[in-house]
């Protein structure tokens, strides 16, 4: 079993920043991905940015590509979100996942998922 925590969401002006993150803890051995995904109100989930368990590679939904960061901590067991020049249309409650393959983009290939962090942005 694989545990993820996840924090840092709010409330937040358009054009602002936040910074999530995710605390992976337990089994995380034969996993080599953490990604993040987001879901809206009445929407179905979907990917956000997703990073090699290394750092080296990440991969970007094209709607945050140039405006959102996903990092992985010098402690392995951490993934971050740096989330720049929000806008309203990024509200929604965001998941850390973890799963074997960083370039993969749907919910249903990841494993483990932690409760998810709100974030709202006003316009």
């Known amino acids: 079993q694989v545990q993820l925590v996840e924090s840092g969401g709010g409330l937040v002006q358009a054009g602002g920043s936040l910074r999530l993150s995710c605390a992976a803890s337990g089994r995380t051995r034969g996993f080599y991905a953490m990604g993040w995904f987001r879901q809206a109100p009445g929407q179905e989930r979907e990917f956000v940015a997703a990073?090699?368990?290394?750092?080296?590679?990440?991969y970007y939904a094209d709607s945050v590509k140039g405006r959102f960061t996903i990092s992985r901590g010098n402690a392995k067991n951490f993934v971050y979100l740096q989330m720049n020049s929000l806008a309203p249309e990024d509200t929604a409650v965001y998941y850390c996942?973890?799963?074997?393959?960083?370039?993969?983009?749907?919910?249903?290939?990841?494993?483990?998922w932690g409760q998810g962090t709100e974030v709202t942005v006003s316009s």
């Open positions: 990073v090699s368990w290394s750092g080296v590679s990440q």
């Open positions: 996942a973890v799963g074997r393959d960083a370039s993969r983009r749907l919910s249903s290939e990841y494993d483990y």
